[in-house]
């Protein structure tokens, strides 16, 4: 996967923000936080969706409203710079997410809808749900073994989940206090775990697509015949040589 713009500029993401929040905006278009969520899910998933296929789904499924074509040009650039920039935690800091989605001290204030946490789970949930078919292409062992990252990393989208857990759960004693508190002492390295798994299957898929060559066997020269390295010396006085030592 070849990257073709680098890392969001601060400029840049200012105004992707600014425009995703902008009056006007289709219905079900995403914060730059839930976008950010959407794209850890997209970069993390074991086969690769173009651009193409889920720009709209950022903008609720409808063209979003530009004011022009040099905005257009602006607002999609910064897009890809920011799933280049997902794409790099992913890849190069086990699934870290940036310092914009930081906790609330106070841990149920991080279940209120526009909690920085809130907002990149809806998006997280959102590129999982999108893409689960992908995922259960590797069989149900792969969705039961990603079950507690979905868990800890999806539990801050919708209160209802975390009252659930705390009324199923004996461990949980009713509390969903407890139940965020323990999805948060976990976050981070469940975050790694969806990584690394969707990380290995896109190795694995490679391989597939990529077999090793075979190896070609290459007769060799007498000792006295040129060599095929075409230094204009003798076989055992050039690659004869080393072959020996």
């Known amino acids: 996967m070849t990257a073709l713009v680098g890392r969001i500029s601060p400029a840049d993401r200012a105004a992707l923000e600014a425009f995703l929040s902008r009056p006007g905006q289709p219905g079900g278009t995403m914060t730059l936080i839930e976008v950010q969520g959407f794209l850890f899910a997209l970069a993390a998933a074991p086969v690769f969706r173009r651009p193409s296929d889920w720009l709209a789904l950022v903008f609720g499924g409808e063209p979003p409203d530009f004011d022009s074509e040099a905005e257009a040009e602006r607002i999609l650039m910064a897009l890809m710079s920011l799933y280049n920039e997902v794409i790099a935690d992913v890849r190069e800091r086990d699934g870290a997410l940036p310092a914009s ?6 841990v149920l204030e991080n279940l209120d809808s526009n909690s920085p946490v809130s907002q990149w789970s809806r998006g997280f949930v959102q590129g999982h749900l999108w893409l689960e078919e992908e995922w259960r292409d590797f069989g149900e062992e792969a969705l039961e073994g990603l079950s507690m990252s979905l868990w800890a990393l999806g539990v801050w989208a919708d209160r209802s989940v975390a009252e659930a857990t705390a009324a199923e759960m004996e461990w949980a004693g009713g509390s969903v206090e407890t139940v965020l508190e323990t999805a948060h002492e976990f976050f981070a390295d469940c975050a790694a ?6 990380l290995a299957l896109q190795d694995y898929m490679r391989e597939l697509e990529d077999p090793p060559r075979p190896a070609v ?6 000792r006295n015949e ?5 230094s204009g010396r003798k076989y055992k006085k050039c690659c004869g040589r080393l072959r020996l030592v």
Do not use: K
């Open 101 to 106: 989605v930081g906790f609330r001290d106070e």
């Open 217 to 222: 066997r290459v007769p060799r020269p007498g």
């Open 193 to 198: 775990i969806y990584a690394g798994t969707g």
């Open 226 to 230: 040129p060599c095929p390295c075409e």
